[in-house]
Nanobody
Framework: QVQLVESGGGLVQPGGSLRLSCAAS????????MGWYRQAPGKQRDLVAH???????NYADSVKGRFTISRDYAKNTVYLQMNSLKPEDTAVYYC?????????WGQGTQVTVSS
């Protein structure tokens, strides 16, 4: 059984940065691709970044050049470095495999970008 626990969110001003962490209680080796998703109020949950086992990364156009996803196998952790944050980045951020495994959704971490 794997549990994914997200952390690192908070309130930040536009232009600021945050680093999100996703700690897996079990090995994430079994997931060839891990992703960060976000859900803004009243909107669907969207994939914003993902990383495959070889290290290749992909990003949604809305975050390309500002966000960086990485993974640490030794720590069973996936990170999302978010720079140049905008108010439209405000959302609850989740990690999961790609494609998602429904039973592995965690509580997410709230990111609010506001002055």
């Amino acid at each position: 059984q794997v549990q994914l626990v997200e952390s690192g969110g908070g309130l930040v001003q536009p232009g600021g940065s945050l680093r999100l962490s996703c700690a897996a209680s079990g090995s994430i080796f079994r997931f060839s691709t891990m992703g960060w998703y976000r859900q803004a109020p009243g909107k669907q949950r969207d994939l914003v970044a993902h990383i495959i086992s070889g290290g290749t990364t992909n990003y949604a156009d809305s975050v390309k050049g500002r966000f960086t996803i990485s993974r640490d196998y030794a720590k069973n952790t996936v990170y999302l470095q978010m720079n140049s944050l905008k108010p439209e980045d405000t959302a609850v951020y989740y990690c999961n495999a790609v494609p998602v495994i429904e039973r592995y959704w965690g509580q997410g971490t709230q990111v609010t970008v506001s002055s």
